[in-house]
């Protein structure tokens, strides 16, 4: 069985890949096709849409998240191969101009879970051993993870090509037999925080995408001060669709919030960031 490390860009999934080697490891890109959030540095462009194998503009998360990657191929001096579905922008058409929330997450279904494992079953005999980036004090998820597979596999509706009438082909796989190297051997926080210390590989201050919906508004509007550009795609997604990511307000409404307080970095960690790409 080929083992897999899915890396999100946070530092406990490169702890996992610098200290798990595994047969592959699998990042999944979150694209826009909005010029506005146009990735800064023609190079890395060209590079990154070398290895999606078709056109890079930017992405929805912060931008760091382009140069953890390629900071972490070098450092563990393995391949990372690069997956990526629809941009975003494709995916709210697809969905008939409905934005992901709370209650309907197709987003990190659709950009983050379906290309890696579509990726897996193109490249790799399944099932596939995967390790999951669940630390030592979060054993209550591993736990809901492993109450859900079946014969210890998670099944997955993978598309196994076309019909003559050139419609999608679907068929129920086993996919992956999750794995929590973390757990089995008592790392936590604090143990990923210290040894990513001295070495070179750069991290977004925050993962996910800027304006993730799973986030508090405060975190929200702290963002539409970081990253004010990709923070306004989220606004201009509500407008053209008169739809909204968040029940009962909008981005534009906390972008205009005024802050009663000075907010700092260390004001927010990652019980904030919706854990997408795990």
């Given at each position: 069985?080929?083992?897999?490390?899915?890396?999100?860009?946070?530092?406990?999934?490169?702890?996992?890949?610098?200290?798990?080697?595994?047969?592959?490891?699998?990042?999944?890109?979150?694209?826009?096709?909005?010029?506005?959030?146009?990735?800064?540095?023609?190079?890395?462009?060209?590079?990154?849409?070398?290895?999606?194998?078709?056109?890079?503009?930017?992405?929805?998360?912060?931008?760091?998240?382009?140069?953890?990657?390629?900071?972490?191929?070098?450092?563990?001096?393995?391949?990372?191969?690069?997956?990526?579905?629809?941009?975003?922008?494709?995916?709210?058409?697809?969905?008939?101009?409905?934005?992901?929330?709370?209650?309907?997450?197709?987003?990190?279904?659709?950009?983050?879970?379906?290309?890696?494992?579509?990726?897996?079953?193109?490249?790799?005999?399944?099932?596939?051993?995967?390790?999951?980036?669940?630390?030592?004090?979060?054993?209550?998820?591993?736990?809901?993870?492993?109450?859900?597979?079946?014969?210890?596999?998670?099944?997955?509706?993978?598309?196994?090509?076309?019909?003559?009438?050139?419609?999608?082909?679907?068929?129920?796989?086993?996919?992956?037999?999750?794995?929590?190297?973390?757990?089995?051997?008592?790392?936590?926080?604090?143990?990923?925080?210290?040894?990513?210390?001295?070495?070179?590989?750069?991290?977004?201050?925050?993962?996910?995408?800027?304006?993730?919906?799973?986030?508090?508004?405060?975190?929200?509007?702290?963002?539409?001060?970081?990253?004010?550009?990709k923070f306004d795609w989220f606004i201009d997604s509500e407008n053209r669709t008169k739809n909204t990511f968040k029940s009962g307000i909008t981005y534009q409404k906390i972008k205009n919030h005024k802050l009663q307080l000075d907010l700092f970095d260390d004001d927010f960690n990652e019980c904030d960031s919706g854990y997408c790409g795990l």
């Amino acid at each position: 069985m080929k083992t897999v490390n899915s890396i999100s860009g946070g530092k406990t999934s490169a702890y996992i890949a610098a200290n798990y080697p595994a047969d592959y490891n699998v990042f999944s890109l979150v694209r826009t096709s909005d010029t506005k959030c146009l990735f800064p540095d023609a190079k890395i462009r060209q590079i990154v849409s070398d290895k999606i194998g078709q056109e890079f503009i930017g992405t929805l998360e912060m931008d760091d998240i382009i140069y953890t990657i390629l900071d972490l191929e070098q450092f563990i001096g393995t391949e990372i191969n690069w997956v990526t579905g629809l941009t975003f922008d494709e995916l709210i058409d697809k969905h008939g101009k409905y934005l992901p929330n709370l209650m309907a997450r197709y987003c990190t279904s659709e950009m983050k879970v379906i290309p890696i494992a579509q990726w897996c079953y193109e490249n790799m005999s399944l099932p596939v051993e995967m390790r999951i980036g669940f630390r030592a004090n979060e054993q209550s998820r591993a736990k809901t993870m492993i109450d859900k597979l079946e014969n210890q596999y998670e099944l997955f509706k993978f598309n196994i090509g076309k019909s003559e009438n050139g419609r999608n082909k679907w068929k129920v796989l086993p996919y992956r037999k999750p794995s929590f190297p973390l757990i089995k051997d008592a790392i936590f926080k604090d143990t990923i925080e210290n040894f990513w210390i001295d070495k070179p590989v750069r991290f977004a201050y925050m993962n996910n995408c800027v304006g993730c919906f799973h986030r508090s508004e405060l975190l929200l509007k702290h963002m539409s001060v970081r990253d004010e550009t990709k923070f306004d795609w989220f606004i201009d997604s509500e407008n053209r669709t008169k739809n909204t990511f968040k029940s009962g307000i909008t981005y534009q409404k906390i972008k205009n919030h005024k802050l009663q307080l000075d907010l700092f970095d260390d004001d927010f960690n990652e019980c904030d960031s919706g854990y997408c790409g795990l």
